[in-house]
């Protein structure tokens, strides 16, 4: 997960984004426990997909599948 971390982290450079949530307190009202998670804003739905599927992403991506289990969702808001 090291490895995930610091490739991940660089894999945002060139993609418009904001962090709005980072493993902070969380509570798992219903569902599966959540151990924690990661909020991040794109500009677009389509933003969002091309950092998921850029070149570094996809790297990082192959070592958090190995390190760990994870649910991914892309969700378009509506302001």
């Not at 982290?9 to 904001?18: M, V």
């Not at 924690?36 to 070592?63: L, M, N």
């Not at 958090?64 to 378009?76: C, F, S």
């Amino acid at each position: 997960m090291a490895d995930y971390r610091r490739i991940a982290r660089n894999s945002f450079d060139g993609h418009e984004s904001k962090t709005l949530a980072a493993y902070g307190r969380c509570e798992t009202l219903e569902g599966p426990e959540a151990a924690g998670a990661v909020i991040v804003e794109f500009p677009t739905f389509q933003a969002a997909k091309a950092w998921y599927d850029s070149p570094q992403y996809v790297e990082a991506r192959r070592h958090r599948q190995l390190g760990a289990d994870y649910r991914v969702l892309i969700i378009e808001g509506k302001a």
